[in-house]
């Protein structure tokens, strides 16, 4: 039935509405696959910071296991790892990672440096931006791959922990290394943490310390201006999986999980 004038600029203005309502509920949904190499269970955690909130703050991942998420398009945030993580009466801490929530959901928690970061900006169907982050430290190795395959892996495989210099070292209660302070964690300091006098790309050089991330992570951040080499985009529209001790082929077979 043909509509008058009045009818097809109220079709035409429904149309702009319910397409909105479709791009800013998820039509353009991206899938998270999180899958554990590591020899031990995982907790991954997630913090939001702009567009819809992510389904999950924390879950459980034991060593071979996968587990699958949508989110939409256009969010932003980061995703990191806790481990050694145990519950005493109703409270669940973790020795490296930890939100502080006493839960295993993190509830809008970041977590407590150091921490390896995977960081996320969705373009929503434009340029995806992505990175491997070490600026606050490091505690498992991490990896980032974009689906298809058409788009650039990030990855810091290596186990930064085992040769952690001794000053940056942070110890578990029975004397392990759970986690490697970058130098600004470790000793804050302007010259380290890229602030004040130091706060501009030309002022704030990489140091010894900086470089030994770097030499153990190339894809990396290894410091706030270490943009060049560590900064990762991809045409959106793409899925990403998340992969926990990327340079191990996992323990176990597989376990799947998916939450869509």
């Known amino acids: 039935m043909a509509m008058g004038g009045g009818d097809v600029s109220s079709g035409l203005h429904l149309m702009v509405f319910f397409a909105f309502l479709l791009s800013s509920h998820g039509a353009t949904a991206v899938t998270f696959t999180f899958r554990n190499n590591c020899p031990e269970t995982v907790w991954p955690a997630t913090l939001t910071s702009s567009g819809p909130a992510f389904p999950t703050t924390g879950f459980a991942l034991a060593p071979g296991a996968s587990a699958s998420f949508g989110v939409g398009g256009t969010w932003s945030g980061r995703v ?5 993580c145990t519950t005493s009466g109703a409270r669940f801490s973790c020795a490296s990672g930890d939100c502080g929530s006493g839960q295993v959901a993190c509830r809008g928690n970041g977590g407590a440096p150091p921490a390896t970061l995977a960081e996320f900006t969705l373009g929503g169907g434009a340029m ?34 085992a040769a952690c210099p001794p000053e940056l070292a942070v110890k578990a209660p029975g004397g392990a290394t759970v986690g490697c302070k970058s130098a600004c964690l470790a000793f804050n300091t302007d010259e380290h943490c890229c602030r004040g006098a130091y706060g501009t790309p030309d002022k704030c050089k990489p140091s010894r310390y900086s470089q030994f991330f770097k030499q153990k992570c190339p894809q990396a951040y290894s410091y706030a201006y270490d943009d060049r080499s560590s900064t990762f985009t991809c045409n959106g529209g793409v899925d990403y999986q998340v992969t926990f001790c990327p340079g191990s082929g996992g323990t176990r077979r597989s376990q799947v999980l998916s939450v869509m």
């Open 128 to 161: 995806d931006f992505y990175d491997i982050s070490n600026v606050d430290g490091f505690n498992l190795p991490m990896g980032i791959a974009p689906a298809g395959g058409r788009c650039q892996r990030a990855s810091c495989a290596a186990n930064i922990n």
């Open 80 to 84: 990191w790892g806790r481990y050694r």
